[in-house]
């Protein structure tokens, strides 16, 4: 027979555990409490612990690293979900989506962008161009990203944060395999500041197509 005492043990555990994360008291990145203290604040076994944070590093909502501890690497497993499929979509199927995405965080960020907004989009452009120039793709693909994330936050809709950030290993990997460092370093190529450029003159019309040119040009690179 099952032991039905135990499973509703492990049930209540996992439910107390996903409400800290989604929550925020458990913020991604951050480290959770050890299975001892778990078990002792949740008056559970250690073995139930064992078994809930099994669940959910299944989900996604946790990563266990040997000998460091446990790690919440996500608070929505629809966004998971959500990641694991773009994991496995292709290049071209990640443009067709940007398109639509940059196309309203273009348009929006040239109307409701902040100072601090445009401040950190200029920081992310910095560091871009000085990995440009070091010839360090991860650093230049995680400046990219950065960018690109700071336009769509500067639109201001939590959403589109959302499904931006949702995106964004696939947007790094899409960096890292096109061309799209070489071609900053070697062909000067601006897109990025004239995107900057139009999103700080309140510019939507060319902000959209900037970014849209942005996205063909990728295109192209596959």
């Not at 002792?40 to 076994?45: E, K």
């Not at 062909?187 to 900037?210: F, M």
């Amino acid at each position: 027979m099952r032991n039905v005492g135990r499973i509703s043990l492990v049930d209540a555990a996992i439910a107390e555990l996903r409400q800290e994360i989604v929550s925020g008291a458990w913020p991604v990145g951050s480290k959770i409490p050890s299975e001892s203290q778990l078990a002792a604040s949740l008056g559970v076994s250690r073995l139930s612990v064992r078994e809930a944070v099994r669940v959910l590093v299944h989900a996604g909502l946790l990563t266990t690293r040997q000998g460091d501890g446990t790690y919440v690497t996500a608070s929505d497993e629809s966004q998971v979900a959500l990641r694991r499929r773009l994991d496995r979509a292709a290049a071209m199927d990640i443009i067709d989506v940007r398109r639509g995405l940059d196309l309203v965080a273009a348009r929006l960020a040239a109307v409701k962008r902040t100072d601090e907004d445009l401040a950190l989009m200029k920081e992310a452009l910095a560091r871009r161009v000085e990995a440009g120039r070091s010839v360090d793709v991860d650093a230049f693909a995680d400046a990219d990203v950065d960018f690109h994330l700071l336009v769509a936050q500067a639109a201001h809709n939590p959403v589109l944060g959302d499904l931006y950030r949702s995106m964004s290993d696939a947007l790094r990997d899409s960096v890292r395999s096109d061309h799209c460092m070489e071609r900053a370093v070697l062909e000067s190529d601006t897109s990025h500041d004239e995107l900057l450029a139009a999103i700080e003159a309140g510019d939507a019309s060319t902000a959209v197509s900037v970014a849209l040119a942005i996205l063909d040009q990728q295109q192209s690179d596959l």
